[in-house]
């Protein structure tokens, strides 16, 4: 009996080390994995910034019809595993991704300056929710909230503290208008494809993309435009794309007859971009990484930073 025993405690034991062990391994293989998957995004990263560079230095307006704005299918990177790899490893690490024009969206921080709400745009946000079916009040519920986070500059040019009555704000990601009364999950994943959070300044709000924005955005910027007419003109740049504002408001006028002011306003409206969101999705054997990250181009459009990534 004795025997017995000792004999049980020892496969015990040398049981518990191997199971130990096993764990250790496999913690060490899920921290490369991860490593891999971060070197591979920022990889994607450095891919896409280079075809926005390029972009920016063939071209002074974009597109949906530019190099940039093609996305990219599933590849497979069998050139990044090495022979000690399974095949279910690294060796089936999968890139897939896709470029989208920020400036195509609403920027919510347009809607107050210096805290203090614009008119302008609180009506241009009502247009947007109301193409959207959605309660055009809210509107009124987010620019008070971007103005509630926003310092006032004083008349001496010094930075008087943001309103403290809203503790959510600023708001960074759109998923935000959810700490904000009246928003539900729904309504924000219907607002996701139309508006956006960008980095702003008193002296340049940021225009809104009048050669890749959709129709209910453009109905939204133009205060006589309908949801018809946005999608006629959406037609009409599928064939030739606006090379400046002032293509743009001709013939938008020869379209439909009638002027439109917001045309010739570059803190409106514009033909380029600044601001593009990068899509990427990675996946390696058992472990996947999807992440979003929004870059920004700089020096007149040749040089590009990271603003922030966020995983999904």
Known sequence: MTALLLTTLAVTIV???FWQQQVQVRSIENQRLQLQKDWIMRGA???ASMILRASGRQFNYDHLGQPWAAPLAETRLDQYADDAQ???DAGDAVLSGSIVDAQSRYNLNNLSV???VSPTELLMFQRLLSNLRLSTGLATVVAQAIAGSQPRTTPAGQQAPANS???TLPM????DLLALPGFQPAMVRQLKDFVVVLPTSAAAPTPVNVNTAPPEVLAARFANLSLTEANTLVAARRTAPF????SLSAQMTQLFGKSFPEASNPSLVSVASNFFLVNGKVRMGRAGLNTVSLLQRINNRTGSIIVWIREQ
């Open 15 to 17: 049981a518990s080390l």
């Open 45 to 47: 990263l450095d891919w």
């Open 86 to 88: 399974s095949a279910d």
């Open 114 to 116: 210096n805290g203090i």
């Open 165 to 167: 009555g809203n503790a």
């Open 172 to 175: 960074q990601h759109v998923d």
């Open 243 to 246: 090379l400046d504002t002032n």
